[in-house]
């Protein structure tokens, strides 16, 4: 396997996602990173330290916003020039744009939502689990290259040290893919205490019924010492701040303790929590699919049972 | 302003879903509806064709009985839909899929292309870029609002590092989230119109691709083996009587999470 491995950048840092992607990819052979956009030589050097001996810089303006079609045009030149025969990617809502669009321009077959790969022989064989996670599928390509995108959070990045060989490239750009441009940005700022240190997650989504709700489970994580997180639907609604969404455009968690509260438990969801110690989940819907993956399911109205389980707690503890 | 609407007929949301051993393909012999997420796209159409005048067509690839789902889409206000059902299309993954609905789309010449979130059995929410880039024509995905600026559509994505707005000028494609709106229920008129409304059926060759442009022979991903999911051990389940928090809070005390 000659693989490329994309690597997401943001404000000067390479995403660790990627690196995670990096370090599998290297372990199994050829592996080079690719860095797009201003900026991106010195950042591909930091490559090297994940195992790959080669990195790939294309510093061109036409990639400064984190916009897909220009990628798409920057990854199809350097496929063409390197002849590599796989092209990975871990997930995000960047890199999955990249991904398919490089699909359909190369005709390759494209893999998504791996959990994880492996070499058969020269064979590449991707784990993936479908319809919810109820199945576990083995997936394979045929032609070159091979295109894959890999769950969030799938792989840690893995250290060793050392820097990449860095190779400056040039690619030219379709008319079509300069046609978007990003024209505004906004962040929120974070309050309260981070999701991401948290030791107890309560988290809400929209089975809370009203914005207010979530009252009803900053006093739990209150008393249990622990932080308040939401799902993307409730952020999106305006509901709760984003820095507190979980899930796969939001921060990954892995709390000892995790209360879901209201929540289906989207898929994209749960790649964001599926690494908690223990998972509980309240919801009024027994066939929700959270109660396929979680460690206590609760069938009933969170509007009753989070204050009497405050309480409890709050008794629990004095 | 003319607004093609790309849509996916799926297994209910009841149905257990489960992939066929023999063909390794999804068992869609269930019942089956409309995508749910799709219904947002539908939603976004008809306001933006109720604010600004035009045509709203569904586009779909899917079997004979997809058309039943495409009804439901037109109850709510669509104009007309066009369904590619093909036996040869079976099998079909993001390249065929995304050649037959550019295929499809470069007929109807829209404005505005738009998507749903994602496929509720696929999960692949990749299918917009393809089309787009086949269509060479711009493209923005997770949009949770969506205005238009003269000659131009202004789209907010969300990303993992807080909002991004983008400008795509018209001809273009757009996959909004499923934040963006809530879709309307169909009324008891637009059930009764929709059974008159025009639905085309139409073949590959009627849309000019080759049998192999489709289908399995034309799928660069295969199915290699299936097994059962990594389990998380041992589930308790619990119907809240009244003394579920009384539950809950011995467990917690029980694995010292506290």
Sequence with gaps: ????????????????????????????????????????????????????????????????????????????????????????????????????????????????????????????VGKRQALGDTVLVDVGWTGSPRLGLVRAGAFDPVESGGSAEVEAFESPFSGFSSLSALIGQSVEATSGPSIEDADIIVAGGRGLGSPEAFSLLEELAAALGGAVAATRAVVDAGWYPYSTQVGQTGKTVSPKLYIACGISGAIQHKVGMQGAGTIIAINKDPNAPIFDFCDVGVVGDLHQIVPKLTELVRAARS | MKIAVCVKHV????????????????????????????????????RVKEAQGGEVVLVSLGPAKA???????????????????????????????????AAVLEREAADLVLFGQASSDGDGAVLWAAVADRLR????????????????????????????????????????????????????????????????????????????????????????????????????????DGTAAQKIVDLILEKRLL
């Design chain 1, 1 to 124: 396997m000659k693989a490329l491995v994309f690597l997401e950048h943001h404000e000067g840092q390479l995403e660790k996602g990627g690196l995670g992607v990096l370090s599998k990819a290297a372990s199994l052979g050829d592996a080079a990173g690719v860095v797009l956009g201003p900026g991106a030589a010195e950042l591909a050097a930091r490559a090297g330290a994940y195992g790959a001996p080669k990195a790939y810089a294309c510093d061109d303006e036409a990639l400064a916003a984190a916009l897909p079609q220009p990628r798409v045009d920057a990854l199809e030149a350097l496929v063409e020039m390197t002849r590599a025969d796989a092209v990975l990617f871990a997930a995000s809502v960047l890199a999955s744009d990249v991904a398919a669009g490089l699909a359909a321009r190369l005709e390759a077959g494209l893999n998504w939502d791996l959990t994880d790969f492996e070499l058969r022989g020269d064979e590449l």
């Design chain 2, 67 to 101: 058309a039943d789902s495409l009804r439901k889409a037109l109850a709510m206000g669509a104009d007309r839909a066009v369904l590619v059902s093909d036996e040869g299309a079976a099998g079909s993954d993001l390249l065929g899929t995304s050649r037959v609905l």
């Design chain 2, 11 to 46: 297994p209910d949301a009841t149905v257990h879903k489960r992939i066929d051993p023999t063909t390794k393909r999804l068992d869609r012999s269930g019942e089956s509806a409309l995508n749910p997420t799709d219904l947002n796209a539908v939603e976004e159409a008809l």
């Design chain 2, 137 to 240: 024509q711009p493209v923005i995905s997770q949009v949770a609002a969506l205005t238009f600026e003269g000659d131009e559509v202004h789209g907010k994505r969300q990303t993992e590092h807080g909002y991004d707005t983008i400008s795509v000028p018209l001809p273009g494609v757009v996959a909004v989230s499923d934040a963006i709106n809530e879709p309307r229920y169909p009324s008891l008129k637009g059930i009764m119109s929709a059974k008159t409304k025009p639905q085309e059926t139409l073949s590959l060759a009627e849309i000019g691709l080759a049998p192999e442009a489709a289908g399995d022979a034309s799928a660069r991903t295969t199915v290699l083996d299936l097994g059962p999911p990594p389990s998380r051990g041992d589930q308790i389940k619990i119907e809240d």
